[in-house]
């Protein structure tokens, strides 16, 4: 799928690019289909598993490249999703709205909200998760630890289908593969996520996390903004989406 917007914006930007090898990004196909809300301030975009958010070591395109030819115009990076996970993405245009973004960030003053499917239920149905975490820079991957980065976040059962049970996350800090570690500290690995425990892996290489709402104030206006990106399309998702709290997620398309 990357392969085939690749050629596209190859073509519309007259500079043919070599197709990436990676894992097979989730439809649609084109770039403009994954465009969640722009306007002269930022980008957003639901992004597909198997995208790297920024360049990495494997050279693959990234989404932030991939949007910028799309744009026509330098991006910000804002924020970060793990390759493997699904949902939005915020650019900033503007130095304006970088530098308010980033200050939200900082302030905490930003809510984003993630949904996960795991095999086991958790030991409650909600809570409040809080761990020192490490991250090992040679595996990539963030471990519970004695010290370290204190990390919080709160988790709510939503419901549970034959096989599976979907939780809604609240980050309250932001760290490193935080939702991945923690859910599998307390049994939950994330479906797919062989790293952090998950029994066998997705077909594409996908985990079932979803960066499913992100709410902070606009850069100029200062108008609350929240963006909801639409589930994945694939049976495990599909089970849950009868679900009231998840009643009404569409893609926004407002320009």
């Given amino acids: 799928m990357i392969s085939l917007i690749m050629k596209k914006l190859s073509d519309e930007a007259g500079h043919p690019e070599q197709a990436p090898e990676q894992a097979e990004a989730a439809k649609p196909t084109a770039i403009g289909d994954w465009v969640l809300l722009k306007n002269n301030q930022f980008i957003a975009f639901n992004k597909p598993p198997g995208l790297a958010v920024q360049a990495d070591k494997t050279g693959d395109k990234s989404l932030l490249q991939l949007a910028e030819i799309y744009c026509k115009s330098k991006l910000y990076l804002v924020h970060r999703l793990d390759r493997p996970a699904t949902g939005v993405v915020v650019f900033a245009k503007t130095k304006t709205a970088i530098g308010s973004l980033h200050d939200q960030f900082r302030e905490r003053t930003v809510q984003k909200t993630y949904l996960a499917v795991v095999k086991d239920l958790p030991p409650e149905t909600e809570g409040t998760l809080r761990h020192f975490l490490q991250k090992n820079e040679k595996t990539n991957r ?54 952090y425990g998950s029994r066998r892996s997705n077909r594409d290489r996908s985990i079932h996390l979803h960066a499913w709402k992100i709410s902070f104030r606009h850069p100029v206006s200062g108008e609350r903004t929240e963006l909801t990106a639409a589930l ?13 709290a998840l009643q009404g997620v569409d893609n926004q398309k407002d320009n």
């Avoid at 980065?149 to 939503?158: I, T």
């Avoid at 994945?232 to 849950?240: G, L, M, R, T």
Wanted: aromatic fraction near 6%.
């Fill in 232 to 244: 994945p399309d694939d049976p495990v998702w599909a089970a849950f989406k009868s679900l009231d």
């Fill in 142 to 195: 963030s471990g519970i630890a004695d010290k370290g980065d204190l990390s919080e976040l709160k988790y709510r059962l939503l419901g549970s289908s034959d096989n599976y049970h979907l939780l809604e996350v609240d980050l309250i800090t932001g760290r490193h593969h935080q939702i991945r570690a923690q859910l599998a500290a307390i049994g939950c690995p994330i479906k797919g996520d062989v790293k």
